[in-house]
């Protein structure tokens, strides 16, 4: 869409030969010619007294220009018709505004037909800059129907850019690349209502989502005996988890994350358990304990494991202990013995009830009976 100024706009007043030689170039379409011959004269122009050379300059930057635009180099035009419109004077300064606004029409229009056949990774920065063009354009033109007509296509063209941006990623599992796609569509003054409503939607899928991916690998961890990385992957997802804002997502939705992570971490606890590895089951169970929203026959099932686990500690540290008395090393025994005591104790901040935990306390009480310590605190 290029435009191709009239003889009367190309040629204000009278016009001098190295003008008159330059235009004829352009109607020939040797643009490549309107440079070699326009650009240099222009150079030797910066140096030279401005008495009656603004017209010249200004007339020879439009041809430059409009040259440039023709060869598609539009950021090139972009600046020709810019020095063509400072070296004019006022009364002709509208013609190469007009110029100008062309150009920018042209470039947007260019780049939203680009951008239509690009894939969601390259069409967010081609609709980009048909967005900038158009403002470009606006700057000279501010009334410009056409102008103003592109800049509202191609903003819904920006919107539609970001969403299938947005959603590529998450297919992938981009999850972080998703979020700040979002983030900086959010950020656009000019986003409508119901966009933003949908892009934050949107948002809240990927904290969701990357929490899922990140609990589905804890799981996976945990099935191929590496439970080190299950514990990794687990504690990424209450790290994330805890960055979400409040209202990025859904009551539902965050309940649905909380039971992922509650599964991820008594599942852990739980095989921890069976193994009679007591100590190390004891901090996953805690943590799965932690997640009020997974119901009572859950925090019940939980409640139940924390108990076992505080049994199997009891009853293994209370036999080290034993042998550490036995041994002659009586008040390591009892510094041990009170450490043991304030664990199983910790057991009834976390919600466990006396009753639960009467076998541990009855085994340490027997225990600190055994080596003179009063338990009575």
Known sequence: MA???SPNEARLGKDTPLVEQCFALYQEKRFDEVLSVGEPALAEMRGQ???GASREASALWSIVGLARQALGDHDGAHAALESSIDAAEEPERSTYRRHLGALALAAAHARLAKGASQDADDRLAVIRAAVAWTERGLAVLPADAALIE?????HDALWQAYEQAATVQLQRQEFAGARETLHEALGDPKIPAARAAGFRGL???TFGGEIGQLTAQAILSMQEGRESEAVAALQRAEEL???IPTDAL???RREEVDQRLWWGYAELGSRRLDAGDYEEALDPLIHALQFTSIGPERQAETRGAVVRALEGIAAVRALSIRRLAEAGSRDEAIVAAGELHGLVK????????EDDLVAAFTRIRRLCEEL???TRG
């Open 372 to 374: 003179g310590m009063d």
């Open 49 to 51: 007294p401005a008495d």
């Open 241 to 243: 988890l805890e960055t």
């Open 346 to 353: 910790h057991g009834l901040e976390l919600g466990l009830e």
């Open 250 to 252: 859904a009551q539902a």
């Open 3 to 5: 435009f191709t100024p």
């Open 203 to 205: 948002l809240s899928g």
């Open 150 to 154: 592109v800049r509202e296509a191609a």
